[in-house]
């Protein structure tokens, strides 16, 4: 019995069932409350984004030609029918901003991607093959983040053109190396494990070894790294539209709310305060929600 016993106690464990890395993961991330808190508040955001339309109580683009700057419903002169008031040609900003989200919430999604992709590929490239090819991509990728990234963004903008698609395309562009750097340390400190040279040697070609052997195992730092991007990305949209670069009126976005309230901040300021909380309240949830998935995901981080 003692030997059976012994041989049990010795003998590895089995690799936790998908079920149970879940459960491991949400123990972790559970742990930290304001991670909890950024989860459900963009998980709130998204909701309100896909049903802006039935959501929205007026047209966003509709204009209320007698209630011209109406301030919010609790405000003396406030009429119930617009909770947060009206702007300077009497749209409700409430209306707006409801709608604005899917501007704002799409812009940084798409951003995310586009950089993800690019990144992860140029990095995984110069992260196996090594040599000249990693140096000129890194030297190129140096280039990149050698500038200040909303600077670059507007240069990008000027030559594509303002407008909102080119905006996430500039933005993208910019928050590319930060994916690529990442994915290159990941690649260098995997491809010499021993599970990557048995995949070699049974005949994996260099995409599968690449995109298939390696890839998989350098995720979690990726999706922390796109999660933290996608806040990122909002506010650069923002600046860009808050600038005249990126979306342009009268597309409900955040940041082209902003810009178009500037000469009324003092007179009438809740055509500039909500918008500004709106990307307020979307930053901190998405942040507070990377920080959880860093902890989670971290090894390191995780107490024993």
């Known amino acids: 019995m003692s030997d059976t016993s012994s041989l049990r106690e010795g003998a590895p464990t089995a690799p936790a069932s998908p079920r149970g890395r879940l459960r491991e993961f949400w123990t972790y991330f559970s742990e930290n409350r304001g991670a909890v808190f950024g989860l459900w508040a963009l998980a709130a955001l998204v909701l309100v984004a896909v049903f802006a339309p039935l959501i929205a109580p007026h047209d966003p683009g509709h204009q209320f030609r007698d209630a011209l700057l109406a301030p919010p419903a609790w405000v003396d002169g ?81 030559i594509l ?3 909102l698609t080119n905006a ?7 928050l590319q ?37 390696i890839l998989p195992n350098c995720l979690g730092p990726l999706i922390v790294q796109a999660t933290l991007s996608f806040s990122n990305a909002i506010l650069d949209a923002a600046a860009l539209g808050f600038l005249g670069m990126g979306a342009q009126p009268p597309t409900p976005e955040w940041g082209t709310m902003l810009a178009e309230a500037r000469e009324f901040i003092l007179r009438a300021w809740w055509v500039v305060t909500f918008p500004g909380l709106a990307i307020l309240v979307t930053v901190i949830a998405i942040n507070l929600l990377g920080d959880g998935l860093r902890d989670a995901l971290d090894p390191k981080l995780k107490r024993s």
Request: hydrophobic share 60%; no cysteine.
């Open 168 to 174: 996430m395309i500039a933005v993208a562009l910019v």
């Open 78 to 158: 406030g009429r119930a029918e617009f909770l947060l008031g009206t702007d300077a040609i009497g749209r409700d900003i409430l209306s707006r901003l409801i709608v604005g989200s899917r501007f704002s919430l799409f812009a940084g999604f798409v951003v995310v991607v586009l950089a993800l992709v690019l990144g992860v590929t140029t990095g995984l490239v110069a992260g196996f093959f090594g040599g000249r090819v990693d140096t000129l991509i890194m030297r190129v990728m140096d280039i990149i983040l050698a500038f200040p990234s909303l600077v670059l963004a507007l240069v990008l903008v000027a």
């Open 161 to 163: 053109g303002p407008g």
């Open 177 to 213: 190396p930060h994916f690529a750097r990442l994915t290159r340390a990941a690649v260098i400190a995997e491809k010499g494990r021993d599970y990557v040279t048995a995949a070699r040697l049974a005949g994996a070609g260099r995409g599968r070894l690449m995109f298939v052997t």
